[in-house]
């Protein structure tokens, strides 16, 4: 079945470092891969997404591409803030699939 | 609506009562989900909807949980003599359209279920 494995947080970051939040997945055929964010005391957000090999999506300075060699989907951004802290989920949609299948999630702390 | 809404946002009932959570999706979403958050877990899948069928129940925990969706439109999850394992936050999350497989999911912000 298809899974996602995401790296434990949390992650604690200075203001304006770099970030990254590997993602790594299993499925069948060409899934569609996801990041979302979930803020405090929110529900989650879509923040960006990629539907085929060497897709990158990005959004708010947050990029991710799709490695098809790598089955990875890592999170970046090159100057976090404050503003960034919350939660962050990796998901995939595999193709044929009404279920997407979600990561447990990283925690991400920015200080100031 | 402009997004998806959940109702209460809160919730503390005792052990052994039943209650009712309720989601609003975006108008037109055909396609509904409902997942269950525990401290510390990722999301676990629960059911989901197309139009007001439900094909696959195989998520629910137990016999205790249900689910219906009435007009295509807003969904009931029920939780039957509730248990304090059953504390958590519900989210629920529609989309246009249950096949397409590049669509994201539009979420509300959750019911959060305390068990006492």
């Known amino acids: 079945g298809n899974s996602v494995t995401q790296m434990e947080g949390p992650v604690t970051l200075s203001e304006e470092a770099f970030l990254t939040i590997n993602c790594t997945y299993t499925a069948t055929g060409y899934p569609s891969l996801f990041w979302y964010v979930q803020y405090p005391g929110e529900g989650l957000q879509l923040l960006l997404k990629a539907t085929k090999a060497d897709d990158k999506g990005s959004n708010k300075g947050f990029e991710a591409t799709y490695r098809k060699e790598t089955t990875s989907f890592h999170l970046e951004k090159g100057s976090v803030q404050v503003s960034d802290s919350a939660v962050y989920f990796c998901?995939?949609?595999?193709?044929?699939?009404?279920?997407?299948?979600f990561g447990r999630g990283t925690s991400l702390i920015v200080h100031p | 609506g402009a997004g998806v809404s959940q109702s209460p946002s809160n919730k503390v009932t005792e052990k052994g009562k039943d209650v009712e959570l309720r989601c609003d999706p975006i108008s037109g979403h055909t396609a509904l989900y409902w997942y269950r958050q525990s401290l510390g877990q990722g999301l676990e899948f629960l059911i989901y909807f197309q139009g007001n069928s439900a094909p696959d129940k195989s998520g629910l925990p137990s016999d205790r949980f249900s689910a219906e969706r009435t007009g295509g439109s807003v969904s009931t999850l029920t939780i039957q003599r509730t248990q304090q394992e059953d504390s958590a936050v519900y989210l629920c999350?529609?989309?246009?359209?249950?096949?397409?497989?590049?669509?994201?999911?539009?979420f509300g912000s959750g019911t959060r279920l305390t068990v006492v």
């Open positions: 999350a529609s989309s246009p359209t249950l096949g397409a497989a590049n669509y994201g999911y539009t």
């Open positions: 998901a995939l949609r595999g193709r044929g699939s009404y279920i997407p299948t």
